[in-house]
Every structure is written in C-alpha cells, then in structure tokens.
C-alpha cells in the first residue's frame, strides 16, 4: 500500500510539474495597437467671433464596438479581428477625431466643450450605427462601413431642428490589419467632412 500511495504521489508531481512549465511557457499572442483619425489639425483661422455655437454631446456606439475590438461581419457571424486593438476606446477615438474635422474644418460653427453653458443654441447629436468591417466571403479584403445618424437638436427644448442618415463604405485593399485600420481611417475622415458640412448648413 505504501509503494503504490508513492508511485501515485509522484506520478501526480510529475504531472503538476508538466503542467508549470507549459504555463510558464506559454505567453498569449502579440497585440498590436492602432488608432484611426490623425493628429489635431491646425484650428480654422477663418471661424469668426459671429459663429454659431454648439455643443457636441457624447457621441453614442453600439455595445458590440465602442470599445478597443475590431469587428468584423461576414454575413450573420461576427468576429473579432485576432491581433489587433485600437490604442483606446473606438468611441473616445471617434469623438476626437469628430472634434478635430471641427476645429480643421468649420467655418461658420463652434463647438461647444460640456463644461461650457449654452443658452438658446444648439447641440449636435451623433449616434454610430455601424462601425464594422463586413467581408463579402472568409477571406477577401472587406469593406469598412460606418453608418451614423446626425440631429441638430434646439436647446434647451431638445426639438429636432435636423436630422440625416450618413453612410461610408471604404474598400481595404486587402485582407491584412494594417490595410483594414488605415479603410477605417478613411472612412471615418470622410464622415466627418460630411458631417460638418451638413452641421455648417443646418446650425443657424
């Protein structure tokens, strides 16, 4: 009965033993980071004293992507994109990519910080719909969509003023992270340009 309690005990050890030193060497996959948006822009010397002010409120991202994962669609099945992270929330990314086509672009809009106090004006609601790389087949280089609704909204009231539906498509040339990231770039430059320009026409 001894030598067998011995054999048992040591068979255990060597297996408790294996197991440390696959945990010890095993190490979990590398991430990279990466951002969409670019640096801050210089600010448009042309916005006036006379521009109409207006608060940005916190712009609103579905559950599934307004944190650091990259989403991707392919039909019904989603997954995240192994390997890569965004250096911070996708929603904070956007919404300083959001301010920065304001302060670069605007010309006749200025946009409010929610410290300051706005009576009588307006505020610019931005509610992402989309936020996604959809694969057409497993495989091929996806499309980044985004899809956003925008409300000029008169405050403190809170009616509709405006309201549209914006929707970019970017290709990526192909299927690689880096080509995936820099679409995503693209797409959310050229929904910002458009954005402004409809806040600049819709403010007043």
């Given at each position: 009965m001894i030598r067998s309690s011995l054999i048992r005990l040591t068979a255990v050890g060597v297996a408790a033993s294996t197991l440390a030193g696959c945990a010890l060497l095993s190490s979990p996959d590398p991430v990279q980071t990466y951002r969409f948006g670019g640096p801050a822009p210089t600010v448009s010397e042309s916005l006036g004293s006379t521009a109409t002010a207006i608060a940005l409120r916190r712009v609103e991202f579905p559950e599934a992507v307004e944190g650091d994962r990259l989403l991707g669609v392919t039909g019904t099945e989603t997954a995240y994109i192994k390997g890569a992270r965004w250096v911070s929330p996708a929603a904070d990314l956007y919404m300083e990519s959001l301010e920065n086509a304001f302060a670069g672009q605007a010309t006749r809009v200025r946009l409010v910080g929610p410290r300051e106090i706005v009576r009588g004006g307006r505020s610019l609601d931005i509610d992402v719909r989309a936020f996604e790389a959809r694969y057409d087949v497993p495989g091929a280089a996806p499309t980044v969509v985004i899809t956003a609704r925008a409300r000029v909204t008169t405050l403190p009231e809170r009616n509709v003023a405006a309201e549209r539906m914006f929707s970019v498509e970017?290709?990526?040339?192909?299927?690689?992270?880096?080509?995936?990231?820099?679409?995503?770039?693209?797409?959310?430059?050229?929904?910002?340009?458009?954005?402004?320009?409809?806040?600049?026409?819709?403010?007043?």
């Open positions: 970017q290709p990526a040339s192909e299927n690689r992270v880096s080509s995936i990231v820099e679409a995503f770039d693209v797409a959310a430059r050229d929904l910002n340009t458009q954005i402004v320009a409809w806040t600049e026409a819709n403010a007043r």
